[in-house]
């Protein structure tokens, strides 16, 4: 007999099949179903998700894939971290039901030649230096969405523009599933967790934290009534001066539509940055 100790507690499955399955299976009885799609390597800031997903909902499904359609050739697919059994355990202890595990021909079968172009809040920042991104995940959490149909999905806000993107996708092709986001988990010193911080040096790491720091200085001059453009400029240049590298950009939006700020509307501040062959983003409301 295996020990029962041993025995994972919670399902785990590749295929569509078995994931409608198991779906069927959480939603009998009329439970509600949250859903948190990730990329694995998870860290608290994903634990927090699902950890919340659970006061939400009666059951909730967590995705792990790395989805090779919102990487550029030359970007990070391959040294993109992985680590399934540890996340499944980390899972497990936060209370999630069902991981799903697709393969990539699950997702994009033999064949498959679709592909969701987005507009408005996907125009700009990210779009600017990784144009093939908000296509991707627009494509992949579209699939995800029907795959999983939940009544809420959870995302965080580190990905700020990617939250306003999947709030436009779910809006404009009347999905029924309530977007939520979800503030920021942070180290002690303020650096925003990102399973990509796992490829900061030592050095890197210690630097790493001014990112955010300077995105309080300019929150502070904002407030004090300095102007953004000096502001911003004046972050730009202490984080060189840290040590970081290209800066790709640090800007002021409208924190809804993320256009340009207009008078008396909610802003939020966005970067993105290289530390060494590491990039950044974080973003604050100001
Ligand atoms: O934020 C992520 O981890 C990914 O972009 C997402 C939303 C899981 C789509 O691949």
Request: glycine content about 6%; proline content about 6%; overall charge negative.
């Amino acid at each position: 007999m295996p020990d029962s100790a041993h025995l994972p507690r919670i399902a785990s499955v590749r295929t569509l099949i078995e994931l409608r399955r198991q779906v069927a299976h959480l939603r009998k009885d009329g439970a509600r179903l949250a859903f948190v799609p990730t990329m694995g390597a998870l860290h608290e800031g994903h634990l927090d998700l699902v950890r919340h997903a659970k006061t939400l909902a009666d059951k909730v499904v967590v995705s792990i894939f790395v989805n090779p359609l919102q990487f550029a050739p030359t970007e990070d697919l391959d040294r993109y971290p992985r680590n399934e059994a540890g996340d499944v355990a980390l899972l497990e202890g936060v209370g999630c039901d069902l991981v799903y595990l697709p393969t990539p021909d699950v997702l994009y079968p033999e064949g498959f030649v679709s592909r969701i172009e987005m507009n408005g809040p996907a125009l700009g920042l990210e779009s600017d230096f990784r144009p093939h991104f908000f296509s991707g995940v627009a494509t992949v959490v579209a699939k995800l969405f029907n795959q999983v149909r939940p009544d809420i999905a959870v995302f965080g806000e580190k990905d700020y523009q990617q939250l306003a993107v999947i709030r436009a996708l779910v809006r404009d092709f009347d999905m029924a599933i309530d977007i939520i986001g979800l503030a920021t988990v942070r180290e002690a010193d303020g650096l925003a967790l990102s399973s990509r911080n796992a490829y900061l040096s030592p050095q890197e790491r210690a630097i790493a934290p001014k990112l955010h720091q300077a995105l309080q200085g300019v929150r502070s001059a904002l407030l004090a009534g300095e102007d953004a453009d000096a502001a911003i400029a004046n972050a730009s240049a202490f984080l060189q001066g840290a040590g970081f590298g290209q800066i790709d950009y640090i800007a002021l939006r409208d924190a809804e539509t993320l256009s340009d700020v207009r008078p008396n509307r909610p802003r939020r501040l966005l970067a993105a940055l290289w530390l060494g062959k590491t990039r950044l983003i974080d973003n604050i409301a100001v």
